[in-house]
């Protein structure tokens, strides 16, 4: 039965400061790479969600042992010993992957290496979505897949421990498609690389030198040089980006709000979001103050900024701001012109069809937005208002769940949202975090 939840406007500002939960991209890795180590992993700051606790059930079911417990925050911290050069055992069935991407799509490279035979599952969305993209490079590398030639999940892949380098030139700037190649290049004889189009999140690259592989990055190439064993190491997540996006576009659009996000990664490739609000003209601003490995953190400092205006995203950035788009585009609708997105596509092949999503969700709330080829426009208008009794779906879609609940907060009306509960997958504390802002906590 289809549930809603009712977002009624805030009766004031947001205001103090706050540290999100742990970064989801940094999360997952920090399981999935410990569980292909030799030896016993201090993770700390773990997000605690749905989607990464399928990359958690994935590796213990692969054999590698997870002593994860949750902490006063609501993170999770503890070790993970990996299964190291014996290599991941045959799971009893299949591995359910739920409705994560990451944990399906790196698993893939993970296991490509060695002589396993794993069935690879999901969700009905995690089983709509693209799988292709990935199985075609690691062919290359000499796994196989079946049934052949899938485009989708379920998929069983046939591990090959005689896996072969490869140079890649990658059709898209995708970080999972990257990651799992280089996963899988790990284990290879040989330099394996990966060539993008425009730049796609960093992290893989990053957090692979702290566990022992050798890389060679830039802002379209990654590569490593395998065979190489990884090795242990100690990982303190730091807060999630774009879980911060929420928060800080939350603060730029409701009036009186002033707002500092602490110990959040900064990462070049995640802060797409930022650069996008001060080309809009929101009062915001960014400070590096640490590192943890190659990752850098630190604070973002916003206020309500009455006075944005649209600008363009080119299609060279979309990459970096592509799981914030659909906020991104809520704030677009309350500006001065008009804002423009390039190169879009990516938009339909995520939990949802993030495209039409927006589109239909911004129409829905009295705003005007269209597409032109592969190309997002919105036209803002600071002053429309919300149509009475306005329900909105999530089609399960966390970020576009969390998207039409700040369309609530910042209107004048309440909204219900459908399926409000599927924040689980990223932002599990999403409305605590704003009821504690609104109360100067």
Known sequence: ????????????????????????????????????????????????????????????????????????????????????????KQPDGPIDCHNSGTTARLLMGILAPWDIEVEITGDE???????????????????????DGAENLPITIHGNKNLKAIQYDSPMASAQLKSAVLLAGVSANGTTSVTEPAQSRTHTELMLSEYGVETVANTRFASVEGPVQMQASDLNVPGDASSAAFLCCLAVLLKGSELTVEHVL???????????????????????????????????????????????????????????VPILALVASHAKGITVFRGCEELRAKESDRLDAIIDGLTELGASAWTHGDDLFIEGDPDFELPDGLRLPSNGDHRMAITWAIAGMVGKKPIEVEDFDCVSVSYPNFI?????????E
């Not at 890795?29 to 030896?39: K, N, P, V």
């Not at 650069?275 to 850098?296: H, Y």
């Not at 205006?309 to 914030?324: L, N, R, S």
């Open 125 to 147: 969305s995690l089983c709509s979505r693209p799988m292709r993209r990935i199985t075609a490079p690691l062919m290359l590398m000499g796994a196989k897949f079946s049934p």
């Open 266 to 324: 900064l990462s070049a490739s995640r802060t797409g979001f930022l650069r996008t609000l001060e080309r809009m003209g929101a009062n915001i601003e960014w400070v590096v103050e640490g590192s943890e490995g190659k990752e850098v953190y630190g604070s973002i400092h916003v206020k309500y900024s009455p006075n944005i205006k649209g600008c363009e995203i080119p299609a060279k950035y979309f990459a970096t701001v592509i799981d914030e």
């Open 1 to 88: 039965m289809t549930s809603y939840v009712e977002i009624s406007p805030l009766s004031s500002p947001i205001s103090g400061s706050i540290r999100v939960s742990g970064d989801k991209s940094i999360s997952h890795r920090s399981i999935l790479f410990s569980a292909m180590c030799e030896g016993t992993s201090k993770v700390t700051g773990v997000l605690n969600s749905d989607d990464v606790q399928a990359s958690i059930e994935a590796v213990h079911a692969l054999g590698a042992k997870v002593d994860l417990a949750k902490q006063p925050d609501g993170s999770l911290s503890g070790t993970i010993t990996g299964w190291g050069a014996e290599g991941p």
């Open 432 to 440: 605590e975090d704003v009821t504690s802002l609104t109360k100067g």
